[in-house]
Antibody, heavy 117, light 105 residues
Framework: QVQLVQSGPEVKKPGASVKVSCKAS????????LTWVRQAPGQGLEWMGW????????NYAQKFQGRVTMTTDTSTATAYMELRSLKSDDTAVYYC??????????WGQGTLVTVSS | ELTQPPSVSVSPGQTARITCSGD??????AYWYQQKPGQAPVLVIH???ERPSGIPERLSGSTSGTTVTLTISEVQAEDEADYYC??????????FGGGTKLTVL
């Protein structure tokens, strides 16, 4: 079965960067896109962008343009999301999810990123 | 932009309907996710009205113009959760509704 296993919780200071990983198994990594979605405490789901592991092309939400980079390592079937210049309102659970068309049938367990001085 | 009601309340055994409105919906598929506290979202409806394997038949999706609807029949206590609709625009930007909290009275 499809599994997406994310890296552990992070605590960062304002202005720092964070890199979250998402290791995929149970399917052919290059055959599905991957998307990143975050959820601030008590808030809804917010789309950040997606990446095609086969081509490496990306589509980022305008809000995160210039501050986010999504990459993949096909040799290890792992996706990465780096967010820079962190602010307190970047505190959230960050999810990776496998795409089918534009829906996401499989999700990682989430990674809590806390930004605090 | 996708618009959902913030909350819906129903008694056990009744039918809950959660709507989602947006201009992209006549031209793009809609997806529905169920999220319980502390858990990742779970896809419950894809491509407007299809149920992934393992999702009860009590959950169904429908579409009419700029509105899609998630219907939960014979609501049970276990259905209490947040529900999100999702679609995409023509540029591939994913869109999420603000979420609807379903309360089972």
């Amino acid at each position: 079965q499809v599994q997406l296993v994310q890296s552990g919780p992070e605590v960062k200071k304002p202005g720092a960067s964070v890199k979250v990983s998402c290791k995929a198994s149970g399917y052919t990594f290059t055959e599905s896109g991957l998307t990143w979605v975050r959820q601030a405490p008590g808030q809804g789901l917010e789309w950040m962008g997606w990446i095609s592991p086969s081509r490496g092309n990306t589509n980022y939400a305008q809000k995160f343009q210039g501050r986010v980079t999504m990459t993949t390592d096909t040799s290890t079937a792992t996706a990465y999301m780096e967010l820079r210049s962190l602010k307190s309102d970047d505190t959230a659970v960050y999810y990776c999810a496998r795409l089918e068309l534009v829906g996401a049938p499989d999700w990682g367990q989430g990674t809590l990123v806390t930004v605090s001085s | 932009e996708l618009t959902q009601p913030p909350s819906v309340s129903v008694s056990p055994g009744q039918t809950a309907r959660i709507t989602c409105s947006g201009d992209v919906l006549p031209n793009q598929y809609a997806y529905w996710y169920q999220q319980k506290p502390g858990q990742a979202p779970v896809l419950v409806i894809h491509k407007d009205s299809e149920r992934p394997s393992g999702i009860p038949e009590r959950l169904s999706g429908s579409t009419s113009g700029t509105t899609v609807t998630l219907t939960i029949s014979e609501v049970q206590a276990e259905d209490e959760a947040d529900y999100y609709c999702q679609s995409a625009d023509s540029s591939g930007t994913m869109l999420f509704g603000g979420g609807t909290k379903l309360t089972v009275l």
